[in-house]
Each structure stands twice: as C-alpha cells, then as structure tokens.
Nanobody
Framework: QVQLVESGGGLVQSGGSLRLSCAAS????????MDWYRQAPGKQRELVAT???????VYADFVKGRFTISRDNAKNTVYLQMNSLEPEDTAVYYC?????????WGQGTQVTVSS
C-alpha cells in the first residue's frame, strides 16, 4: 500500500507559477509511472503529465512548454512545476502512482488561478 500526499497548491494570479509536490509513503522506484491529473468543476479528470521509471516524460498539449514534471526517487517525491498559469488551469490536481499491481491516488490539492 502506498499513500500519496500532494501539496503546493494555492491561489495565484494569471502568469504566475506554482510547484506541486507529491510525497509517497513508500518507494516510487518500482512505479511504472508517476502521473499528475487535474479535475476542474463540472469536468472529467484529465491527464496533465506523466514520468516513467526511466525518466521519460509526456505532457498534455494544453501544458506543453509551461509545466515540467520531475521525480526524486531518493525522496520518493514527484513534482509538477507550473509556469505561465492561466485561469483555465484552475482545478484540483491529483497525483497517481501506477504500479504493476494497482494504482494509487492522492487526495488532491487545489490550484486557483485568478485573471
């Protein structure tokens, strides 16, 4: 069982930056991927960024060039650096750890971008 705790969300003005963290209770070394998702009010949860165990990254088109996902296996933590934030980025951001045997989700952290 792996528990994930997100932090770093908050209120920021358009054009600003935030850095989200996802701390795992166990090792993330064995996870196939670590992902960031987001869910805005009234919308479905959507994938924002993925980082594989080998360090490869994939981004949704709507965040390319603005967001960067990274992982620190020694700290069992995944990060999402978000720059040039827009009001459309307002959502609850969730971290997911994809293991071979199960997926684990965090409780989410709210990001609000004001115009």
């Amino acid at each position: 069982q792996v528990q994930l705790v997100e932090s770093g969300g908050g209120l920021v003005q358009s054009g600003g930056s935030l850095r989200l963290s996802c701390a795992a209770s166990g090792s993330i070394f064995w996870m196939k991927t670590m992902d960031w998702y987001r869910q805005a009010p009234g919308k479905q949860r959507e994938l924002v960024a993925t980082i594989t165990s080998g360090g490869s990254t994939v981004y949704a088109d709507f965040v390319k060039g603005r967001f960067t996902i990274s992982r620190d296996n020694a700290k069992n933590t995944v990060y999402l650096q978000m720059n040039s934030l827009e009001p459309e980025d307002t959502a609850v951001y969730y971290c997911k750890a994809a293991a071979r045997w199960a997926d684990y989700w965090g409780q989410g952290t709210q990001v609000t971008v004001s115009s």
